[in-house]
């Protein structure tokens, strides 16, 4: 029987018979799937210049929707719900109210799980139960969007990578060779706030040839 998996976002590729395919196709077909990935309607945003918009989340941004009916308003950590998918967010500069969505590298991934649940690890960047990580799978650059309610793992749909966020979203299956990068979390005035840089790199090892 086939496991259900609840999705966040859009994010997402069939696999090809790669048995059929030589290598130089194949490096360049999963190129042009990163590429497609980037320009899907409804999921990401266009690449910008902004250097402020290019940055990674800082400390001290907010968190705002990047999808969905809510998009562009800011998270309350109420609005993430034991038990559900992952929200996608950007992290927001709540001066200037500049989001940092100049590059889909940025995007975060938002839980709450049960604290008495997470490892020694997640615990350290936890805030009441929200864990968040970089949205970015570390096999081939998707949105991380899928979430298995029963296993509670983190699915990537494009190659089936999963990680498992209690303990600091470390791999558990598929092809991805290391964890999510981690972005810790404090809570202020009911939402939660950026409290450190991502911890570990974002993305793929080196880019796809």
């Not at 360049?28 to 902004?50: F, K, M, N, Q, Y």
């Not at 969905?68 to 992290?91: N, P, T, Y």
């Not at 498992?164 to 009911?190: E, T, Y």
């Amino acid at each position: 029987m086939a496991k259900a998996i609840q999705t966040s976002g859009t994010d997402c590729d069939h696999a090809s018979d790669k048995s059929s395919i030589d290598p130089i196709r194949r490096r360049l077909l999963h190129a042009g799937i990163v590429t497609t990935i980037g320009l899907l309607p409804g999921s990401l945003h266009a690449e910008s210049d902004d250097p402020k918009r290019m940055m990674r989340p800082q400390v001290g941004d907010f968190l705002i929707h990047a999808q969905g009916d809510h998009e562009g308003a800011v998270i309350q950590a109420s609005d993430v719900k034991l038990g559900e998918a992952q929200l996608i967010a950007w992290a927001v500069d709540p001066a200037t109210k500049l989001p940092r969505d100049g590059s889909r590298l940025n995007q975060v991934l938002l839980l709450r799980l049960d604290p008495s649940t997470l490892g020694p690890e997640a615990k350290k960047h936890a805030a009441d139960g929200l864990v968040a990580f970089s949205a970015i799978c570390t096999h081939a650059q998707c949105t991380v969007t899928g979430w298995i309610n029963d296993r509670q793992v983190l699915h990537c749909p494009c190659h089936q990578s999963e990680y498992d966020p209690r303990q600091n979203a470390k791999v558990v299956s598929g092809p991805a060779p290391r964890a999510l990068a981690a972005l810790p979390l404090k809570i202020a005035n009911g939402k939660p706030e950026v409290a450190g840089g991502f911890i570990g790199k974002v993305g793929m090892n080196q880019p796809m040839m």
